[in-house]
C-alpha cells in the first residue's frame, strides 16, 4: 500500500517555474514506478511524465518536453516535477501516480495523490 500526498502548487505567470513535490508514504516506494497526470478544466486527465523507481528512465508528453524535469530522492520517499517556462495551458490539477510498472496510461496505476491546482496566468 502507498499513500501519495502532492504539494507545491500555486499561481505563476507565464514563463515562471513551480516545483511539485510528491511524498509517499509506504515500505515499498523506492520499487514503483511512479508518473505525474494532469487534469484541466473541460478536459480528460492526461499523461505528463513518468520515472522508473531507481530515476534510470524518464518519459514525457510532447508538450512538456524540455521544460518539465522529473526527479525522485528514494531516501525521502519524494517525487518532484521541476516546471519551467510555464504556459497557460498548463493550467490543471496535477496528481502524482504510482504502480509496479511504468506506463502512460491513467488506468495502469493503482496509487493516487488527491491532486494540487496550478495556474498560469497570461
Known amino acids: 500500500q502507498v499513500q501519495l500526498v502532492e504539494s507545491g502548487g500555486g499561481l505563476v505567470q507565464a514563463g515562471g517555474s513551480l516545483r511539485l513535490s510528491c511524498a509517499a508514504s509506504?515500505?515499498?516506494?523506492?520499487?514503483?514506478?511512479m508518473a505525474w497526470f494532469r487534469r484541466a478544466p473541460r478536459k480528460d486527465r492526461e499523461f505528463v511524465t513518468a520515472?522508473?523507481?531507481?530515476?534510470?528512465?524518464?518519459y514525457y508528453a510532447e508538450s512538456v518536453k524540455g521544460r518539465f524535469t522529473v526527479s525522485r530522492d528514494n531516501a525521502k520517499n519524494t517525487m518532484y516535477l521541476q516546471m519551467n517556462n510555464l504556459k497557460p495551458e498548463d493550467t490543471a490539477v496535477y496528481y502524482c501516480?504510482?504502480?509496479?510498472?511504468?506506463?502512460?496510461?491513467?488506468?495502469?496505476?493503482?496509487?493516487w495523490g488527491q491532486g494540487t491546482q496550478v495556474t498560469v496566468s497570461s
Open positions: 509506504g515500505r515499498t516506494f523506492s520499487s514503483y514506478p
Open positions: 520515472i522508473t523507481w531507481n530515476g534510470g528512465n524518464t
Open positions: 501516480a504510482a504502480d509496479s510498472s511504468t506506463s502512460t496510461y491513467s488506468s495502469r496505476y493503482r496509487y
